[in-house]
């Protein structure tokens, strides 16, 4: 059934300003998403037309190019491309890198459906590729040599992508605070992801890159642990937890891990941004001094033969895709059937991110100890809050001024951050799985007894 919140989609191929417009995967929040081909240099990427009707938004249109002024000066291995942000025939639109593969969260999820531990090489490896690109960032400069300051404020394993090719790229600066922009977030949204959100962010206070440096803790615990941290659930008290956080060391969760890795994570995920890791290249830079002891060998092969062998169905499909792209004119039959939201690169939701929407002057309480809200908040009606889809900024999808309303995440939203809802088997992760078979031994044994002295009562009595 089409979704009457999106546009009628336009058929590809056509012409779009420097790009052939191939097929349009979807749309999302702020506009409608298309494969494309860059026709010189002769390259795939991600077009993302903005709608017209935010064109008359004045405090859009102030954050995109504001926008404009930041992402263009990132170009670095372990972040995706922005490779153009302008205006055709009189539409705003975004030209990004395709990445071929998938999220760290897709993996993830794959790896538990199948039953499968993250290896800890892979994830030392992974942060350490990760710290690269957020250390870069956060000493970025604009083109007179000044500091850009940038904060990416929203990482998380869905903005995390890992290429077929091994390759880790933060997919999405458009969250990110900088000196360049004149216009930041509006107050009442709290921007990004809860669960991976600093303390300092929850509670609406000055960030700076050490708010990173926390959010990668959050990754990298959770891969650790080989817990799925809640995604779900009462907004109010994700963004209680966010602003009180209490966290235990991985190994309690995971045997088997060392306490160096439970040292470092800990230090990353310290409430107080002073008493974390500086910055990423210092967190970086400890990663790479424990993979060298533990994991020497792992490296970016490593990773793409673990992305290949979890996704080689949609690999295959979207090496077919790409090679009809790039070698010819890509014909409708093709892209019609074989692009889906499924397949869609992890960029194709670049500059949409999720929000809380909640009264300015609101910020959660809680005592230290944890046994009570020692500051009392005003009083807040859950009615009063909701999660939402943000743009720039802007609540694109409830803002009464841009005029759409959506009562539901984009199809291509959910197909991109969420996978198949298929129940995931048991894993060993630890203390957990070994409580859980102690139960069953027990079960057994007791029943054993049971009935080897079953057997002596009828021998007695026969």
Request: glycine share 8%.
């Amino acid at each position: 059934m089409a979704d009457p919140h999106e546009p009628e989609p336009q058929r590809g191929p056509f012409r779009f300003g420097p790009y052939t417009l191939a097929r349009r995967i979807g749309a999302g929040g702020m506009g409608e998403v298309y494969l494309a081909r860059e026709n010189s240099p002769r390259r795939a990427c991600v077009v993302k037309k903005v709608l017209p009707r935010l064109m008359e938004n004045k405090q859009f249109l102030g954050r995109f190019r504001d926008e404009a002024r930041v992402v263009v000066h990132l170009q670095h291995p372990n972040i995706a491309r922005v490779y153009a942000m302008g205006e055709v025939e009189g539409q705003l639109y975004l030209s990004m890198e395709y990445v071929q593969g998938k999220t760290l969260s897709r993996l993830a999820h794959r790896m538990r459906q199948r039953g499968k531990l993250m290896p800890l090489g892979i994830l030392l490896h992974i942060g350490k590729r990760l710290c690269e690109g957020l250390a870069y960032a956060h000493d970025a400069k604009d083109g007179a040599g000044q500091p850009l300051h940038l904060v990416h404020r929203d990482l998380s394993p869905a903005n995390i992508c890992l290429s077929y090719d091994g390759e880790l790229k933060i997919i999405d600066f458009g969250a990110s605070q900088s000196t360049l922009k004149e216009q930041q977030t509006a107050p009442r949204v709290v921007i990004g992801n809860l669960t991976y959100m600093s303390p300092e962010q929850a509670r609406k206070k000055f960030v700076d890159r050490r708010a990173d440096v926390y959010s990668a803790g959050v990754v990298l615990w959770e891969l650790a642990s080989w817990k799925a941290l809640p995604q779900k659930g009462d907004p109010l008290e994700r963004w209680r937890r966010a602003a009180y956080p209490k966290w235990d060391p991985p190994s309690s969760v995971r045997s088997g891990l060392p306490l160096a890795l439970d040292t470092l994570l800990m230090r990353a995920l310290a409430v107080e941004p002073g008493d974390r890791f500086p910055d990423a290249a210092a967190l970086g830079a400890e990663l790479a001094r424990l993979k060298e002891k533990l994991a020497p060998g792992i490296g970016d092969a490593d990773v793409a033969r673990l992305m290949r062998e979890a996704f080689a169905e949609e690999k295959a499909q979207e090496d077919a895709v790409l090679a009809e792209l790039l070698e010819q004119e890509p014909s409708r039959a093709l892209t019609e059937q074989a692009i889906s939201a499924r397949l869609a690169p992890p960029t194709a939701l670049a500059f949409e991110h999720s929000g809380l929407d909640a009264p300015e002057d609101y910020v959660p309480g809680e005592d230290p100890s944890g046994a009570s809200p020692a500051v009392k908040p005003p009083p807040l009606r859950r009615n009063e809050t909701r999660e939402a889809r943000v743009s720039f900024g802007l609540d694109v999808e409830n803002d009464p001024t841009v005029g759409m309303v959506e009562a539901r995440r984009p199809q291509l939203v959910r197909a991109i951050e969420d996978e198949e809802e298929d129940p995931v088997p048991a894993v060993e992760t630890g203390e957990t799985d070994w409580r859980w078979r102690g139960w069953v031994a027990v079960g057994l044994f007791v029943g054993a007894c049971a009935l080897g002295f079953g057997v002596v009562w009828l021998l007695a009595h026969s």
